[in-house]
């Protein structure tokens, strides 16, 4: 448990970097402000990662910025189903909601 929550600081954290560096340098005029509207607007994918939950910003994106330790077998068949079509999260507090959700 506590190494989960460690991890989810840790994106949180990074998540967080990555917006600020996308704010300075759209302020120095180095990044278009609409791609950094654009970065806070994607959106998350939860689905399956080789056997576990994985999380994917930008919801089209390959590989996942974090893989839980929620193995899908576990899960009941319905969240299964779920995430085999994917389960879209508008914003970070929602994807942890969701994580909260499978690890109980």
Not at 16 to 45: C, H, K, M, T
Request: a negative charge; charged letters at 20%.
């Amino acid at each position: 448990m506590r190494a989960r929550i460690k991890i989810i600081l840790c994106v949180l954290l990074a998540l967080f970097a990555i917006a600020s560096l996308g704010a300075v340098l759209a302020g120095l005029g180095l990044w278009p402000e609409e791609d950094v509207s654009a970065l806070a607007e994607q959106g998350y994918l939860l689905r399956e990662w080789e056997g576990y939950v994985g999380v994917f910003c930008p919801p089209d994106a390959q590989s996942p910025v974090m893989v839980t330790d929620i193995q899908v077998r576990g899960l009941p068949i319905s969240d299964r189903l779920s995430l085999a079509g994917g389960i879209g999260a508008e914003d970070y507090g929602s994807v942890i909601r969701l994580l909260e959700d499978f690890g109980a």
